[in-house]
């Protein structure tokens, strides 16, 4: 439970570093940089398409979260059955392509842009270098975590002494060890998601161009709605009580509308061009990238298709991988809109 709560205090600490790091940007911000939208810039009807963003996007994303927490009463949903598999892939197509096509992209955008000084920012691959590093630091995360779950919890994971019981209790052993897995990829997933949430709904927040809200609400429900799922799913193979799954789907399912909220606090001393804004967000989003590029090809992928599960049955392999090519092409068509 505390380190849940630890996993979770990292993203309000980011949100505070980041409002704190973008007030007063505008005054730093080249006169070239600074926001124009033309006939499209309405304060006011921006305002009311940034409430009507928060009410929906908080609302697909509690149906995405909590659709996978409440399928063990619909039987062929189960995790030990086949088409929870195909849809477990689906979602990691998805956060897979969320990550490549959405929250890298923006990171190249925003360190490559005009608006900071050529050296050293444009003068080496800042966006992809701290996605490297990211992807590692989120492998050490991993095994240092399941080092710390085992020193924590060793008695599950002793070999049985009794020759009598020794294959049962090495059973037990192989159990205790996949839950502790599914455990750390749920919280360590969450927390790229989290990050990344944070700068979408702040970057919403703070803008009034209505002619780019509008298509930015409907992808970043739907955005929200499979991520969700994928994330939803993770959590019910971890077997949380049911206040873990109720706090862990209230971060993801707050966490955007919180960002919009404080975009809106934040919008007249928030420059989006700024460069202190730009190189914050872009580093933000080079960190969720790296771990959400790891989380969803290690932990979501490869674990699920390198396991014998699927590797007794090519049908279903087959499934699995049209799953994943149908979430990935889909979160990839809405890069257009987001």
């Known amino acids: ?187 360590v997933l969450e927390l790229g998601i989290v990050v990344h949430s944070v700068v979408i709904g702040l970057s919403l927040g703070a803008s009034d161009n209505r002619c780019t809200i509008r298509p930015l609400i409907a992808a970043l429900c739907f955005h929200q709605l499979f991520e969700g799922t994928g994330l939803g799913g993770c959590i019910l193979q971890a077997e949380y009580g049911m206040k873990m799954k109720a706090i862990m789907a209230f971060f993801f399912s707050f966490t955007t509308p919180f960002g919009i909220a404080l975009g809106i606090g934040l919008s007249n001393v928030y420059s989006e061009n700024s460069p202190t804004a730009l190189i914050v967000v872009g580093l933000l989003n080079a960190c969720s990238a790296g771990l959400l590029h790891y989380m969803a090809l290690v932990e979501l992928l490869a674990s699920d298709f390198l396991g014998s599960r699927l590797q007794a049955s090519v049908n279903l392999q087959l499934l699995s991988y049209s799953a994943v090519l149908l979430g990935a092409g889909g979160m990839s068509l809405m890069a257009k809109w987001a």
Not at 181 to 186: E, L
């Open 1 to 187: 439970m505390a380190s849940t709560v630890k996993t979770h205090a990292i993203p309000l600490l980011l949100v505070l570093f980041l409002s704190s790091a973008v007030a007063g940007g505008e005054n730093r911000t080249p006169p070239e940089c600074l926001n124009s939208g033309g006939s499209c810039r309405d304060k006011a009807e921006a305002l009311k398409l940034k409430l009507i963003a928060i009410g929906s996007i908080l609302t697909t994303s509690m149906l995405g979260i909590c659709l996978p927490l409440f399928s063990r009463s619909v039987p062929a949903l189960r995790p030990e059955r086949k088409p929870f598999v195909v849809v477990k892939a689906f979602a990691a197509g998805v956060i897979l392509a969320t990550g490549y096509m959405h929250v890298l992209p923006d990171s190249f955008q925003c360190l490559n842009s005009p608006c900071l000084p050529e050296t050293p920012w444009r003068k080496f691959p800042f966006a992809a270098f701290v996605t490297m590093l990211s992807a590692v630091a989120t492998l050490m995360v991993d095994s240092f975590s399941m080092s710390c779950y085992r020193k924590r919890f060793p008695q599950v994971l002793d070999v049985a002494a009794n020759e009598e019981v020794e294959e049962e209790k090495s059973v037990a052993k192989d159990y205790s060890s996949e839950l502790i897995r599914h455990r750390v990829v749920a919280q």
